[in-house]
């Protein structure tokens, strides 16, 4: 169940009014078919997650959009919700949170116009390459972030802890 | 290594991934299914978000999904195009969805999961199983499933690096190439570098024999002053020789090879130049402007700085050393050797310094980037800086970058301060090496077969002062050799890409234009799988003015850009005074059809260059009566300068609405068959739509009219308008036709424009 204030009111008055008596109730449920629905007093709606603060406040402020992209609800701390939907949700973050930790790096190659990385991850050995003049992002909890060209985003949480041959390949870029 | 290869290559160099759909999926598919791939695509992650290798086909009626297991691969499902109602994608972080819904309560049909590398492909995937019934069955846009996958994985790093490089051995060679034509002057420039080596040899071996056959026998007494004298005066004269020589042909070296570098990046820059014109519309909508400027500047520049000097200073450093190690060994193995030994190690050392000090500029060059962030920042936005009262941050926050930034160049200027001195203390240590041997040969006896002549000594001595300067440039080879081949990569990049606009080889030339125009079944898609024209048809007579209105991306300024053969159709035909257009010479075509564009672009040059671009033999009095018909020759008298006002960049600034005149008067002296005006009025005030809308009244008459708009207010003299949804005709007919049917699109338009009127009247 989410709180009732978490409805944006802007969305119901725009484009789906809905009658008070009918808020009394609003439930984030998985249909069948995978997809993720917000049921707001009897009516449901096909919704996505999106994180407000993917980095700094990953659980935090979850905006639960329709098809369209607009936002039907805003939940401010998921921990506020009900076990099922912190289960489902929880679920759903793990796909929309998900990024390609880097455990060590093999190396790091200039080539024309690029940088080519070649990291290991959870998920296995990746190739990838960003631009020469996009550098690795820091952000201040001193996580790395590398977003290559495709746009897959490659997470560096301490790169201290990192084995002596990847900080050295990376010190150039991050130090 | 044919392209195909080249993209398999790099797919398998940049991705890891494989290069197309694995032959065993092939077989198997054959084996369940009698029809073609259409489309597929690789989904790298597993439900787990593992990476895995799960490929998702699709045949003109099946999806199918593979799963690479270890005994290879398995096919996991498989459904039906029919049984699919909806396909949702869902983005995230770095994991993509994709779920095939028949019903929402009933399981779904698939889900893969995929990183952003496959997004585009998936995207495509997703399109054709939305759309299939229209899409496959229609069979308007033909491709190879393999290209599909390829072009798509690829695509970020085309579009990041311009190219997918070749070998550098291959790029090296036909850079070379460009050298060809100029052999005479890369002959002379070879001798003289080659010259300029060897008689800078010379010296140091005169200088010797003068000691050893003059000074010393003199000193002994078993030469007279008179053969000492005339020996001497001739060595000396042969010194001063061969300084001259030595200048003579360093003179050469760089005068021809300079000359001969302008002359390579003069070729270069006109072929790529040239090739650029020939370039279809689609190449330059995909490249930066910017990108493609350097090339022809910059990246030429640095071509002729690697054949002017480059080629040739590498050259001479192998020479030089070479030379010096066999005189020297000649002049005395032994002294030779203690020498040439550690010249490898010191090659090393200083190409070890190079990585060294590449590693903290490339820190520096990232701080520094970070100092020119807070300025590119905050002086754009200095009015929100002042307005928020946030001077002292951002000083604060440009501070703290600029500490960090000098920094790192401080931690550059330790690093080469001191390796420099001990490299020079290494030579010493060397020469400290050469006297220690050659010390106690030369207080031997001249009898003893182990002893050395001080002549030999001095050559030695002086020979040791040339050693440093090709160790030196040897050791920066790599990096000089990467950035000219970097360059010549970007540069053959766009010789080799080949125009999509081709001319038939015998093609009609259309010189008196009567302006019919003819769309039969015309599919077009930019990304040849979305069609943003999907089976049109019309038909325009010859004077007709036809009003293209719609939403955005329904496909109006599309029409107008087939129509101008920027770009060709996928399927169907464009007819011009009912020939093809395809078979229709393009110059003699575009001669005759003018534009008058939302963004006029004008040329830096004077107002008469301007409106005589296309037409440059007009006379003065074609251009004043262009102007006039343009209403443009008032506001140009007012200029002090008049059609002499030199504008565009650096030049006059005209306001919007002027420029527009000025680009309408252009069009009226072109005096096009057929003419195209995109949203004409849609970037100035009213006042000025009034004067341009007087002008193009004037100048529609007697043409063929596609003009695209969203003001219908605009469109009023149009004898058709076409209301264009997505990719087709919604609605077609005169103004009072269409709003006759108070239901159809342009009755909707026509109300809410005039309800926004209303309400801007209020």
Redesign the interface.
Known sequence: MCPLDALNEEYEKKDNPIREEQKRTILIYR?????LFLDYGGRKVEV?IKQCF?WSHPGKYLSLRDLDDNEVCLIEDMQDLDPISIEILSKEL???????NVLSISSIEE????R?YLVM???????F?T?L?D?PEILEDGTILIE??????FKIDNWKQLDKRSREEL???V? | MNNLEHTKKFIKR???QEDKLPQEITQKLREVSSESIYLYGLSD?NDD???SENWLVLTRKEVFLFSREEQGYELLNHFSLSQIKEV?E?H????S?L?F????????LA?V?Y???Q?IIMGHIRYVCENHEKEIKSSSLSWNADEQYQQSVLK??V?????V?SENSSTLWRLLTYLLPYKKELIIGSLGAVSTTLVSLAPAYISGRLIDKVIKPFKDGSLSFEEASSIGWIMVAALGTTYLLREFFIYVRLNKMSILGEKVARDLREELYSHLQTLSMDFFSKKQTGSIISRVSSDTDRIWDFVAFGVVEVGIAIITLVGLSSVLIALDWKLGLVMAIPVPLLLYSIYAHGEKMK??F??AW?KW?NVTAVLSDTIPGIQVVKAFNQEKREEKRFNRRNQEVTEEFNNIHQEWTKFWPLLMLGFQGILLSVWIFAVPRLITPESDANSLTAGTFVSFLLYMTMFSAPIEILGQVARMLNRA??SA??IFEILDTNPTINEVSDPVKLKNLKGDVEFKNVFFSYDGVRPVLRDLNFKVKAGEMIGLVGSSGGGKSTITKLISRFYDTNAGTILIDGVDLKEIEIGSFRRQVGMVLQEPYLFHGSIFENISYAVPGATLDDVIEAAKVANAHNFVGKLSHGYDTVIGERGHTLSGGERQRISIARAVLSDPKILILDEATSAVDTETERKIQDALDKLIVGRTVFAVAHRLSTLRKADRIFVVGKGNLVEEGTHRELLANPDGEYSKLHRMQIEMSEQFAL
Do not use: M
């Open positions: 249909r069948e078919s995978g997809v996505h993917p793990e796909y929309s949170q998900f990024v390609l080539d024309v116009e690029l080519r991850t959870p998920q296995g050995q990746r190739l390459q631009k003049e550098w290559d060209l495709a746009g897959d985003l010190a150039p870029y130090s | 940049y991705l890891g992650l978000l593992i990476f949702r869902v995230s972080l770095s994991c969805t779920t819904i028949e019903a929402h309560d009933l399981l779904p889900i999961r990183t952003h590398r997004k970020p790093i579009d990041a690096q311009n190219s490089t590693k903290l490339l820190k990232r980037s081949l970097s990569y970007r």
